[in-house]
């Protein structure tokens, strides 16, 4: 009788990291982001939530350098054992995503099961998604983020269709930036209590100075 070998032809990772739900920064982020949007919304009645203009990621205050530092740290951490070390340097990009019970009810013509359309980040070679609030319902389950197969379209029976990640306070979700993703919007969120999240994107820099290896967690650019 022979013997036979199973072979993985692809696979998509993902990674996790966090720190804790009380941690002193992750409050005054969530303030910040509902006061830029206030002072200053990303087209608020063509997006399916309120948004921050993408500059997050130049602000200075301590509680953001706290932040980007963890996220760099983790973004840097995975580089190291990725392939993307080609690349020279590496810059961010951030966005603040907010809903709350009055902003998701603009969308309910379109149905109770509103998502946020299929997409992805390319050319971010890394995006991430961290929550700083979540309510207390939905559930964070009926949050999550959806990955989709990039074979969706073939009859596969033994592979999923689409892999959901719930999200948590305190923890950026990291993926590569071409994988197709979506979130529901459209839910009816508790009265006060929000859904505050940052979308970070990596991505690489073209620069003539020459390339060198990252050390510990650290790489070049911001």
Known sequence: MGSHEELTLFKVS?????VPADTWWIPLLAEDIVESIKADPMDPVGLSALRTKPTLHMRTEKHWTEFFSFV?????SILLTAPELRYQRFGTRAWGVLIDSETWKKDLHHGPARVVETHNHTPAIFTSVFACELPSYPAAEDLSTV????AKHMI???QERVVLVPPAVGQVLVFP????????VVMPIAEGERRIIISTDYFPEHTDTAFEPAQGTGLAGS
């Open 177 to 184: 930036g071409w994988i197709e993703h979506s979130a529901p």
């Open 14 to 18: 993902a990674w996790r990291a966090s």
């Open 156 to 158: 596969c029976p033994w």
């Open 147 to 150: 990955f989709h197969n990039p």
């Open 72 to 76: 760099r740290e983790t973004f840097d």
